[in-house]
C-alpha cells in the first residue's frame, strides 16, 4: 500500500522546545517538500528537497530545519526559534523531473504552548 | 514571485447546482495548475490539473479552464453533491522549479 505517512498526528509541546515531525513515502519518490497550512490561508512552502543529501530553502524556512538522508524520509524539526509554530504542516512528494504532481499526507498539526 | 489570487473564500450551492472557483496568476511562466481538495483534518487531495498546452479538461463530474492571455483558470463542479463539500485549493508552478504556489483556498458547502 503506497503512499506518504507522517506520524504522529497531534503533537503538543512545550515553548521552548525544538520538536521533529517525521514524514515517510514509499512511491519511490524523489522530490519531497514541507508545507505550513494555517487557517483561512493556502500552503506555505518551508523546504523542498529534489534528491538525497540536498534541499532548499522555500518561503518560510526561519525557525525551521531539515535533513534528507534517505530517499523515503524527510524530517521536519521546528525549532525554539520559530516564533509561532503552533500550524498544521503537511508533507508531500511528487516523482520529480516532469512530475509535478505532489501527494500529500495526513499532516500533523502541532501545538505548542 | 508568482502570486495567486482564489476566489471566492467561501461558496455555498444547493445539491445538483454547479459549483465555479476562480483564481488568477501572475508570473506569465507558470505552465502547470492543478486543483486540489481538502477534507476537515486531511491532507490536500490531487483532483485535477492542467498544463498551458491545453485550454480545457474534464473528468466526470468536474472541470478545469485556463486562459492563458487573461492569467486565469476556473474550477467547475456539475451536479453538486454534499459529499463535494470541503476546502478547494488552486495553484500554479513553472516547470523545472516544482515549486507550487497556492491559493488561499474555497471552502464549498453542498446543502442537501
Known amino acids: 500500500d503506497g503512499g506518504i505517512t507522517q506520524s504522529p498526528k497531534y503533537l503538543f509541546r512545550k515553548e521552548g522546545q525544538n520538536v521533529t515531525l517525521s514524514c515517510e513515502q514509499n512511491?519511490?519518490?524523489?522530490?519531497m517538500y514541507w508545507y505550513r497550512q494555517d487557517p483561512g490561508q493556502g500552503l506555505r512552502l518551508i523546504y523542498y528537497?529534489?534528491?538525497?543529501?540536498?534541499?532548499q530553502k522555500g518561503d518560510i524556512a526561519e525557525g525551521y530545519s531539515v535533513s534528507r538522508e534517505k530517499k523515503e524520509s524527510f524530517p521536519l524539526t521546528v525549532t525554539s526559534a520559530q516564533k509561532n509554530p503552533t500550524a498544521f504542516y503537511l508533507c508531500?512528494?511528487?516523482?520529480?523531473?516532469?512530475?509535478?504532481?505532489?501527494?500529500f499526507g495526513p499532516g500533523t498539526r502541532l501545538t505548542v504552548t | 514571485g508568482e502570486n495567486v489570487e482564489q476566489h471566492p473564500s467561501t461558496l455555498s450551492v444547493q445539491e445538483g447546482d454547479s459549483a465555479v472557483i476562480k483564481c488568477t496568476y501572475s508570473?506569465?511562466?507558470?505552465?502547470?495548475f492543478p486543483w486540489y481538495k481538502q477534507e476537515l483534518g486531511k491532507g490536500p487531495q490531487l483532483i485535477i490539473d492542467?498544463?498551458?498546452?491545453?485550454g480545457e479538461k474534464k473528468d466526470q463530474r468536474i472541470a478545469v479552464t485556463l486562459n492563458k492571455t487573461a492569467k486565469h483558470f476556473s474550477l467547475h463542479i456539475t451536479e453538486t453533491q454534499p459529499e463535494d463539500s470541503a476546502v478547494y485549493f488552486c495553484?500554479?508552478?513553472?516547470?523545472?522549479?516544482?515549486?507550487?504556489?497556492f491559493g488561499t483556498g474555497t471552502r464549498l458547502l453542498v446543502s442537501p
Open positions: 508531500a512528494s511528487s516523482r520529480g523531473g516532469t512530475g509535478y504532481e505532489q501527494y
Open positions: 512511491l519511490n519518490h524523489d522530490a
Open positions: 528537497s529534489q534528491i538525497v543529501n540536498d534541499f
Open positions: 508570473d506569465s511562466a507558470s505552465n502547470y
Open positions: 492542467i498544463r498551458s498546452n491545453v
Open positions: 495553484a500554479a508552478s513553472v516547470e523545472g522549479f516544482q515549486k507550487l504556489v
